[in-house]
Nanobody, 126 residues
Framework: QVQLVESGGGLVQAGDSLTLSCAAS????????CGWFRQAPGKEREFVAG????????KYADNVKGRFTISRDYAKNTVYLQMNSLKPEDTAVYYC???????????????????WGQGTQVTVSS
């Protein structure tokens, strides 16, 4: 069982930066792939970024590539999402998720993730 708690969301202006944190409980967290998803009003939840359990591989959605960075701190059992050059279209509720199954590559499909946080709101004003 894994419990995830996101933090770090807020209201920022376009061009600003923000770092989201996802604190996890559970001793096996370090063996799981992790991901960040987001959901804007009236839209489907979409993949943003993912990182392998080893931390050696990452993957990003095309619309955040070059602006967002996912990382993890094993000592703190925490996954981060550094977001730079934020745009109004980045406004959404951001969710942290964990895939506890064996995967070969960074999972990008939300159905593969079986543990989710409660979400944190990010609002970017123009």
């Amino acid at each position: 069982q894994v419990q995830l708690v996101e933090s770090g969301g807020g209201l920022v202006q376009a061009g600003d930066s923000l770092t989201l944190s996802c604190a996890a409980s559970g001793r096996t967290f370090s063996t799981y792939d992790c991901g960040w998803f987001r959901q804007a009003p009236g839209k489907e939840r979409e993949f943003v970024a993912g990182i392998r359990w080893s931390g050696g591989n990452t993957k990003y959605a095309d619309n955040v590539k070059g602006r967002f960075t996912i990382s993890r701190d094993y000592a703190k059992n925490t996954v981060y999402l550094q977001m730079n050059s934020l745009k109004p279209e980045d406004t959404a509720v951001y969710y942290c998720a964990v895939d506890s199954h064996f995967e070969i590559v960074v999972p990008t499909t939300k159905s593969l993730y079986d543990y989710w946080g409660q979400g944190t709101q990010v609002t970017v004003s123009s």
